[in-house]
């Protein structure tokens, strides 16, 4: 109990909150991925196999090439190639979207640690780069926080402003929202239903495959099986939580990455609680939160239902 | 039993066969781009799973088959009941780590007693923690909507850090390696047959799980509320069924049963419970479920596939060189094409209509 | 249109039909339920694709692929389910599909502008900036009648629009298409109801099963005639039946209050009761509260205040196992949603809430002779039409499935049975069936709750009537000592 007033006094907050939004990268991405995704109607539990497949694909080609932005090109089509996937199984076939997405999990987590171990080697991959802006770094509380960060953490906060921006202020957001609240109502306005659908899934996966990329081209050079420890999944009760808005959605991210850092610290600090039991946080809080949300949430409402003229 | 004809048993195997087939085909071409020869493999894989018999240093093949298929049959029994439901139960990979602990820890702890008591309490301590593990995703889903997809997978990941810290601090064994100590010998599930053979009793607790599926689904009014509930939970409330008690009692029934297989696996093959005991049964066994369709034989029938490929990869990795990860990609397969069966229907299409082509022409002229 | 003939599997929806429309007219199109005029209008739309026949606009034969065309060609339809999306601003829907542009991002300026232009000319007001949710369904009506307009309608096609209005907004209608007609509109009016059909339109076309029966002018038939073109035989419009001997009270609500989905109030404190052997029918517009009333006396829905007394027993709330319990049967109005499971055999639906008891389980198991038996029992006496007991009941015809769910329901021992528009869907000859069942089942000494939007069905069944406006019970009358047009003030909230 001691240690634990101590550590609570002598943290760095600041650089608790620089690490909690360095480590909610991929949770948010994956989340902006379910946005999209949801939001015209399309269930897509699958942002966790994608998005370790994009980390693996990211390292083996950034190895190859000696390219990090190669490497991150790469794993982003691969990502967007199974979101397609998914989207094929989930809209042509009309399989239960659940069950599809399981299946990719299942499908990427098989495949990933196959080409792992046939294709074994120590070559680490080239990095991606940070962005660390010499005069701006220092400023008091927003130099830590935002100018010393690696790239994708300024892509994704770009990302969070930029889908808040389509999704409510444009033409494909619109649509979007039209097809995923009521198709039929789009149908007879003209449009494409199935289409906006695959679409959106592909942005989905687009989406993923960045958040992949955080993985193995940012914050470790290796890639290791399911390297992705169900982060996928987490960014899915972020966007739940944040009741499918990509700004809430961010909030409710850090909202599980905070206590995560504040573990992290604690160990710093010698505070004798085991890892083991501070390592379940993150999973503890996503259940908790999804317990708390669920009745008060209001999903599109044709979301998981195909389309059927 | 009534309304049964082997055209219907033939048109609810069919998408599952087919799928195993195309599944078959798609690997065997990754062998061939990746410079394997696909067809030394899978008869090697063959030999090494059901044919090679055994001899004074190693099992036979079959038998061993068996002895794989066991914890793939009891978890796809309790994930198929889940998916009866409606419900995913993806956690049955940390349903079966916490039925394994508590069945190891019931295992070591209680001494003194007789195998006849020891043993089935062992097993039974391991069905129960199973069956708290999955309650708690299942009142969650119950009580406050919590999709169980995603508290399940929570949950799944919970279990590895509760079991690695058990297993590291309050129950560990003297010594250096991050173990328990050994269960008492009255709570060991013994084998079968004499030594090298390792077919061992929980292969016979596998057949009684699939005999009691069959009566509890197909032939008990608890088995038609459940398949009513999935089938349309809607009409199923107005019938007057609870039907958020019903989640509840298929997800503790479903973990108890994945529990089960934890028990089961642990009290016969390794007898303690080690740090690590990373088996990914939980989820290749989704993929037994899926194949099985809901039938019992049919998820028999899968679990001795899943056995046999678990079996002889290491074989055709020692006969035909092929690197025995290439199961991996054929479990990944087969598991999308079971999903979608529309694309297996295609697939075969398109090959049918390839083999028709040519007879056209010697038609064609008649109009 | 010419000789449009349009096949589904197992059914001639639309055979070789002709239909004219005049510049500037309103042309009806009459027929019961499932005689295919929606069906002909979807084509018209582009919804469908007809497997024969053409469509001539204005001389020319015109090709229509999809909605998209039909817009263009000028042709808008109004749906009977509006084709709003709740959380979308009246801005929103209306430009869906065509929406302007400044830049990247979506201009709202010039379409409001427009739709107001549009409004005024019309008279038909509507606020561009609010959301569907929170619009009355008149009103909602009007938004679709002006994204028809929106879009340069010339041909509207209105498909059973008074479905949802009252008497009050339905003269509201009238006088909006009067206005769009004389400013050069041709209108298509899609209605099973007679007294409408003859109020507004200049000419009326009769469909029955697919086919053109007739066409005349309100000026030249009566609704006895079009009564007996729609069915194609003289049509009994009353039911048979002796007076009541009501006994003692069965059902009983007290104060009760319950909440739509919308979260609004939707039962608005409402206390009655129903005795043994009377037939109560509950008249009103739909979306007054009924569909939410029954929900919480067959447990569907819990209220918020107020108490179900089933002889002189609480239920408790939101539990169907209670009321079934107590001797409760419903005929629910959407029967896919609750009444049954379509995948499953007619053995099954048929027990659907009695197989976890004896006879149907014994020793802890199903007993399947027992499920047979009974199944084949109430298909005969029910008139079920099906090749056997084990087809699943989803492959029945609407008729056949209600029946079998009114089998089902009067298997138990019923002492209240609450049918909710127990006969929307259902072919006539099904409809005789189950009127003369349910008064049966008063004789026998049932207490029967009738919900229904035919006023005919319910004037023709009901002892006694309550009407339902807003949520409240508005008038409560013996049908022997009112009349239809009585009724009908009351329904339109006017005491």
């Known amino acids: ?169 444009t033409k494909w957001g619109l649509r979007t929202r039209a097809v995923g609240e009521l198709p039929r109502a789009a149908d007879t306005a003209g449009i494409n239903v199935n289409r906006m659908r695959y679409a959106n899934v592909a942005i989905s996966g687009l989406m993923a495959g960045l958040g992949g990329a955080f993985f193995t081209l940012q914050t470790v050079s290796y890639f290791t099986p399911n390297m992705t420890s169900g982060q996928g999944f987490i960014g899915l009760a972020a966007m739940i939580f944040g009741n499918w808005n990509p700004i809430n959605a961010f909030l409710a991210s850090m909202l599980f990455t905070i206590p995560q850092a504040l573990a992290g610290q604690f160990q710093l600090f010698n505070v004798p609680l085991p890892y083991q039991l501070l390592s379940t946080l993150p999973y503890l809080l996503t259940i908790i939160t999804l317990a708390g949300f669920m009745r008060r949430s209001t999903p599109p409402s044709a979301l998981g239902t195909p389309y059927v003229k | 039993m009534r309304n049964f004809s082997f055209a219907k048993l033939w048109s609810g195997a069919w998408p599952a066969v087919a799928s195993v087939f195309l599944a078959l085909v798609v690997a065997g071409l990754v062998m061939v781009v990746t410079g394997s020869d696909p067809i030394k493999a899978y008869t090697s894989l063959i030999e090494g799973a059901f044919l090679r018999p055994g001899t004074d240093t190693r099992p036979t093949a079959f038998l061993d088959t068996l002895v794989s298929a066991t914890p793939y049959l009891i978890l796809a029994l309790g994930i198929s009941l889940a998916f009866t439901a409606g419900l995913f139960n993806i956690g049955a990979e940390g349903q079966l780590y916490m039925g394994a602990l508590a069945s190891v820890m019931v295992g070591f702890l209680v001494k003194g007693l007789p195998p006849i008591i020891h043993l089935p309490l062992s097993l039974l301590a391991g069905a129960v923690m199973g069956a708290l593990w999955a309650g708690i995703a299942g009142w969650l889903k119950a009580t406050r909507g919590a999709p169980e ?219 | 249109m010419r000789g449009i003939t349009k096949r589904f599997p197992g059914v001639l929806a639309n055979d070789n039909i002709n239909l004219d429309l005049n510049k500037g007219e309103i042309h009806a199109l009459l027929g019961e339920n499932g005689a295919g005029k929606s069906t002909l209008m979807n084509i018209l739309y582009g919804l469908y694709q007809p497997d024969a026949g053409e469509i001539f606009l204005n001389g020319k034969a015109v090709k229509i692929h999809g909605p998209r065309d039909a817009i263009a060609q000028g042709i808008g339809m109004v749906h009977q389910h509006f084709m709003l999306v709740p959380t979308l601003t009246v801005a929103e829907n209306i430009t869906l599909g065509m929406e302007e542009q400044k830049g990247v991002l979506l201009d709202v300026e010039r379409p409001s502008a427009k739709i107001k232009e549009i409004a005024k000319k019309y008279g038909l007001e509507i606020d561009p900036g609010a959301y569907i949710k929170d619009l009355p369904v008149g009103l909602q009506q009007r938004v679709e009648i002006v994204k028809t307009l929106y879009r340069d309608a010339q041909v509207l096609v209105l498909d059973e629009p008074t479905a949802v209005l009252t008497p009050q907004e339905v003269e509201g209608l009238f006088a909006t298409l009067r206005t769009l007609v004389a400013q050069g509109v041709s209108i298509i009016f899609i209605s099973h109801k007679l007294k409408e059909v003859k109020a507004i339109a200049n000419r009326i076309t009769v469909l029955r099963q697919g086919r053109v029966v007739g066409w005349t002018t309100p000026a030249e038939a009566d609704e006895a005639k079009l009564a007996s073109m729609m069915v194609g035989r003289p049509v009994l419009l009353k039911v048979d039946k002796t007076p009541a001997k009501p006994g003692g009270e069965t059902l009983s609500i007290k104060s009760l209050k319950v909440m739509s989905d919308r979260k609004s109030v939707a039962v608005d404190g409402v206390s009655f009761a129903v005795r043994a052997g009377e037939i109560v029918g509950i008249a009103g517009v739909e979306g007054n509260g009924q569909t939410e009333l029954v929900e919480a006396i067959t447990g569907l829905r819990a209220q918020t205040e107020g108490a179900i007394v089933m002889e002189s027993h609480d239920l408790p709330r939101e539990s169907p196992r209670a009321g079934i319990a107590a001797g409760m049967s419903h005929i629910p109005e959407n029967r896919h949603k609750f009444g049954m499971v379509s995948s499953y055999p007619l053995t099954t639906n048929l027990v659907l809430s009695t197989f976890d008891r004896a006879p149907f389980t014994k020793n802890g198991l199903l007993n399947d002779a027992e499920i047979e038996k009974n199944a084949r029992t109430l298909i005969k006496e029910f008139d079920v039409r099906t090749p056997n007991e084990f087809v699943p009941i989803g492959k029945l015809s609407g008729g056949n499935q209600q029946k079998a769910v009114v089998a089902r329901e009067f298997s138990r021992p019923m002492k209240l049975l609450v049918a909710s528009q127990p006969t929307r869907g259902v072919d006539v000859g099904s409809i005789e069936f189950i009127h003369k069942r349910i008064v049966e089942a008063r004789d026998k000494g049932a207490a029967v709750l009738l919900i229904s939007a035919e006023l005919d069905e319910i004037m023709s069944l009901s002892d006694r009537i309550l009407v339902m406006f807003k949520g409240k019970i508005v008038g409560e009358r013996e049908t022997a000592k009112t009349t239809r047009e009585d009724v009908g003030l009351l329904m339109m909230g006017k005491v």
Not at chain 1, 138 to 146: A, E, K, N, S, W
Not at chain 2, 190 to 210: D, K, Q, T, Y
């Open chain 1, 1 to 169: 109990m001691e240690q634990l007033l101590d550590a609570l006094r002598q943290i760095d907050y600041i650089f608790l909150i620089a690490v909690a939004l360095r480590a909610a990268t991929p949770i948010v991405f994956a989340a902006l991925g379910g946005i999209y995704s949801e939001r015209s109607g399309v269930v897509n539990i699958a942002l966790e196999g994608i998005m370790l497949t994009s980390a693996y694909v990211c390292y083996k080609f950034a190895v190859i090439t000696d390219s990090p932005w190669l490497g991150m090109l790469a794993g982003v089509l691969s990502a967007v190639a199974i979101a397609l996937l998914h989207g094929l199984i989930s809209i042509r076939y009309r399989t239960d979207q659940v069950i599809s997405g399981t299946v990719i999990n299942i499908f990427a987590a098989g495949i990933t640690g196959y080409l792992y171990r046939a294709f074994q080697s120590q070559a680490s991959a080239p990095y991606l780069p940070n962005i660390s802006i010499e005069g701006l770094k220092d400023l008091p509380v927003i130099g830590p926080i935002f100018f010393d960060q690696p790239m994708l953490v300024w892509v994704m906060l770009i990302a969070v402003f930029a889908t808040n921006v389509i999704i409510f202020k």
């Open chain 2, 149 to 367: 997809v995603v508290t399940t997978i929570m949950l799944n990941y919970i279990s590895y850090s509760v079991v690695n810290f058990m297993v590291n601090g309050p129950l560990r064994h003297t010594g250096t390696a991050p173990r328990t100590p050994d269960i008492e010998p009255s709570a060991v599930l013994p084998n079968m047959l004499p030594s090298p053979e390792r077919l061992h009793w929980g292969f016979v607790i596998a057949l009684l799980c699939a005999v009691a599926y069959y009566f509890l689904v197909y032939r008990s009014p608890l088995g038609l509320r459940i398949r009513l509930v999935g089938a349309n939970k809607e009409a199923a409330r107005y019938a007057g069924i609870q039907v958020n008690r019903t989640y509840l009692i298929t997800m503790l029934i479903s973990g108890g049963l994945c529990g089960l297989a934890g028990g089961v696996e642990i009290l016969s093959l390794y007898r303690f419970m080690p740090s690590e005991f990373t088996t990914g049964y939980g989820f290749d066994s989704i993929a037994v479920a899926l194949l099985g369709q809901g039938n019992p034989i049919g998820i028999l029938l899968a679990a001795i596939l899943f056995g046999a490929l678990a079996n002889g990869a290491g074989y055709m990795q020692f006969s035909s060189g092929v690197s025995n990860y290439i199961i991996s990609v054929l479990q990944a397969f087969i598991i999308v094409f079971v999903a979608a069966p529309g694309i297996v229907r295609d697939l075969f299409g398109w090959i049918r209509i390839k083999r028709a082509a040519p007879a056209l022409p010697a038609k064609g002229g008649t109009k």
